[in-house]
């Protein structure tokens, strides 16, 4: 049974979240302050984080980035703000997702279910995949899921590996945000294609030695993205 921690310091909407999710076969964990949040994220094993922005003793950025450093499991945000720049601020820090007040609680299961079912396939694909892709110094370990460039080692989340491996087993291969939404997230008709956006920005500051005239991910403005061989 995978196990969800709630962080949020609105208890009639921790109690909302918990009851749906509990009858959709998971066990469920809340914390009502920030800090007592992260540290349960930290030091207990837990599968998924719903973390609100807003909170008391530390906000919902402070806490994902602090988690993302340490683990790499989903974390879905959720805030009553709808500002772009929130969202895009949170998908950058490392969140899976990003949810806005007032939402479903359906839509939330089903969000829960898609990412944990995303994340599980990823684990159990880990030890099958045994090849290396390797291109101007780029090295794309496929057996460790880990990457190099120049012989120095960049630390990806999950999605950025996935994103990243994805465009390079397909090079020159123009691909629209949406479709790489669909490929890499998964999920058709669930979440936002800034995140798209938001990690190919993450993987340039972390592979390329320009961000401004990438030598590996190239924008094809008004289209998508290609990997240029």
Known sequence: ?????IIEDEQAIAELEKDYLELAGFDIVIAGQGDEGLAIALSEEVDLVILDIMLPGMDGFEICQSIREKKDIPVILVS???DDMDK???L???ADDYMTKPFSP???VA???AHLERYDRLVNSHATKNDIIEIRGLRIDKTDRRVFVNGEEKTLTTKEYDLLAFLAENPNHVFKKEELFRKI???ESVGDIATVTVHIKKIREKIELNTAKPQYIETIWGVGYRFKA
């Open 106 to 108: 359906r839509e939330l």
């Open 1 to 5: 049974m995978s196990r969800i921690l």
């Open 111 to 113: 969000r829960v279910k």
């Open 92 to 94: 950058g820090l490392g």
């Open 185 to 187: 997230w998964d999920m």
């Open 80 to 82: 009553a703000k709808k």
């Open 88 to 90: 895009i601020r949170g």
